[in-house]
């Protein structure tokens, strides 16, 4: 049976050339994420800005006009709606009123019975109230937790690794999750407490990607001690690309079966992921890896800290197979 | 390689088949599990309000209501045992402004026994060594008592508990389903009930503290006062809506004569002309007070006073023994009830404020179960047909790893009772395709040292060997944040670390050493030169 080869064998494509305009680019996408950021903003779900949030589910289509206009009418504060799914659903966003929790629960049986008035088919599926004060340390626990994890992340890289890998694989982290936080200030897609679970999962399937290609440069560097930098990590990122691709290829299959028949609730939360799974396969290979490079990893003081190889004796027969030396 | 002792095959099956039977019970209906004997594990994992529908709401005690709280209580403990001790102390100018309870003592030579006094008042806070309550001298003849934060930290968690407890029966009384209570951080409460559509009644509720309280109404005050608000010494000012003698406001005794802790049941019952009132049973101290009090008040009016708002004043027609009472006021059925049932489940040592709700309809909930379902096939099959593709008999191999993995994490999540939500979603695709990739590095690393000219057992051998490094770094990297996450994150952040972590645990030990144990069995039988990989 021939088997399914999507990457050749012994590839070996000058990831490392490519570094200055990668870099140029990798920064480029960043500063763009940030001044949209900055600019447009995210769409902040009452998750973390507070509120009420009513989900109507009609048995047809509705006119949004018309229907912002039956709210408005009971002079509620400023309304948005945006079309959830299909046209047949809208989600109805409402500032929270001033006053106590009987005010917000008066709000919503309110426009609900409005609502309801006009279009007896009308189901409420989903109803969020938020007071600001939860909004608040939602947004700061979910902050604070994301960092710290990223800290301790980078903390053990630099145990079991080096600093350099530590350093290389927090600001890959960072630069991932700017990135999906750029594409959702872009597409205006709601960011809510979901999401924060999406982006975990970026930074952990980003964080994966980052070990294997480390740890490999890391067997590398102990192998072929007279190697130059610069090819050692094209070496690494060549031999673990047949890896990096499958493992890509399936979790984009995986993830585009969900974005295609998950249905509505989990939209948001898989394309964030689909989205961040190509960032941090990026990042991995040119992020991070580059960054090394810059970083100046020594291999003196690897060599110094190396743990016993587990094989040394199969080890040392390969230091003759090496097929990559350009001092050569 | 090939050496696979037998213990080791069997002890790695048997703890999978442990892992798949726990998954079992889940995947049953509820009524089936049920009917499972003793000792067959019937543990389900649950699922979140988010995916099966349901309320979630957040409450959060008023804790400079409890503060207030306790300054009236000291207050008064200090007016009568400054009194009643020997030598009596004469204090005045007491106050309570500024959180603080201060007073003056009149005679300056009695300061220190007013102090010593005022210090027997205070009480240690559990083994930390400190008071509750801080005594200090202000001016040479005031002195000063401030409660100290570890004990409003201390009163806050007595009254927290106690808050719970009511909560629970409260929501038991409603009859809901297997509703959700439990007290996260200092001072709230997370109460979540799955299938209830509209929390309405649910918040009315939690809403009430449902303090019950008699107190004689103060005949001698002027209504002109009680209009403004003020009321004579000893008396208070309270709201009373359906005051026959109009006004909304009534003047009553300070000092309750009866108080709904000796309350032992509370039911809904028709006065004579048909309207719900709630008639209440007091125990047999409780009754006997009443019994004096209306004895020596025939003729005058009483208050009942229910979270400082007066339901009703009658007038005490004759001594009521036996303990029995009636309240009437402005009741329908509806409120009647929830008023029995607050009145029941005793009264709430702070009130609780809703601070964050969440309703999700139960057709939104089985929408996305279905179509979570459907899309978790269609993605698990995408990728068995890939790996399958690509790595042939290895393919197969690692699809019953993760396969198995699946329903193992599932096990366990049901062992420990965790619940899944979406969130938790994406901790399982994470999980699993961490699994996925932990096979693929095996696999890549066999291919590339059988490129390297191995033979099939040192390259299956050296492929373990060096990718389980990579693995064990990446999984222990990925293990440390979901603990991070798990001790300071909150909602959806835990929810997903949770199944993340479990899902790090159980994906290593299928996509290393269940797979190994595989490909050890197929070498030593077929004994193959050459590997399709």
Known sequence: MRLLRIVPDNTNIGFVRLRFVAFAFTILLTL??????????????????????????????????????TVSGLNVGEISLQQFGGP?????????????????????????????????????????????KVSGELIRNGIFAVLLAIAGIAVFTWARFEWHFGVSTLVALFHDVIVTLGFFALTRLEFDLNVVAAILTIVGYSLNDKIVIDDRIRENLRKYRQMEIGALIDLSVNETLPRTVMTTMSMVLALGS??????????????????????GTYSSIYVSSSLLI????????????????LTPEINAERVTRRRDDPKA | MLDFPRWKIWSICLTLLVGVLFAIPSFLPEATVAKFPPGVPSARFNLGLDLSGGSHILLEAATDDLEKQQLAKMEETVRTEMRRGDP????????????????????????????????????????????????AVVDSTRIVMTPTKAGLAYATDEAMKVAVEVVRKRIDELGTREPTIIRQGDDRIVVQVPGLQNPAALKALLGKTAKLEFKLVDLTADPAQIAQ??????SQVLPYLDNPAGGQRIAVQRRAILSGDELIDAQVARDQDGRPVVSITFNSAGGRKFARVTQENVGKPFAMILDNQVLSAPNINEPILGGKAQISGNFNAESANALAISLRSGKLPVALKVIEERTVGPDLGADSIRSGAIAAIIATVAVIAFMIATYGRFGVYATLAVVINIFVILGVMAIINATLTLPGIAGFVLTIGAAVDANVLINERIREEQRRGRNVIQSVELGYKEASRTIFDANVTNLIAAIIMIVFGSGPVKGFAVVLTIGIATSVFTAVHFTRMLVALWLRKQRPTHLNI
């Not at chain 1, 629960?105 to 938020?130: N, S």
């Not at chain 1, 509505?264 to 960032?279: C, H, N, P, Q």
């Not at chain 1, 810059?294 to 190889?309: E, F, N, Q, Y």
């Open chain 2, 88 to 135: 009596q102390v004469n204090i005045g100018d007491i106050s309570t402004t500024g959180n603080r309870l201060s007073f003056f003592v009149r005679d300056v030579t009695q300061l220190d026994a007013a102090v010593d006094r005022a210090r027997t008042l205070t009480s240690a806070v559990g083994v930390t060594g400190k008071r509750d309550w801080d005594v």
């Open chain 1, 258 to 279: 969900l974005l295609i028949f998950g249905g509505e609730v989990i939209r948001g939360f898989t394309s964030a992921m689909l989205l961040g799974i190509v960032i």
């Open chain 2, 229 to 234: 608000g003020r009321a004579p010494i000893g």
């Open chain 1, 32 to 69: 763009a994420s940030i001044t949209l950021i900055a600019t447009r903003g995210l769409n902040l779900g009452v998750d973390f800005v507070g509120g009420l949030m009513i989900e109507a589910g009609f048995s047809q289509p509705v006119q949004l006009d018309e229907l912002r206009e």
């Open chain 1, 88 to 132: 047949n659903n809208v989600a109805i966003r409402l500032p929270l009123p001033p006053g106590d929790e009987t005010a917000a629960q008066t709000v919503v049986k309110r426009v609900q019975a409005t609502i309801a008035q006009k279009h007896p088919d009308v189901v409420f599926r989903r109803v969020d109230t938020v007071s600001g």
């Open chain 1, 294 to 309: 810059a970083l100046g990893i020594d291999r003196s003081t690897l060599a110094k800290r190396a743990t016993p190889s």
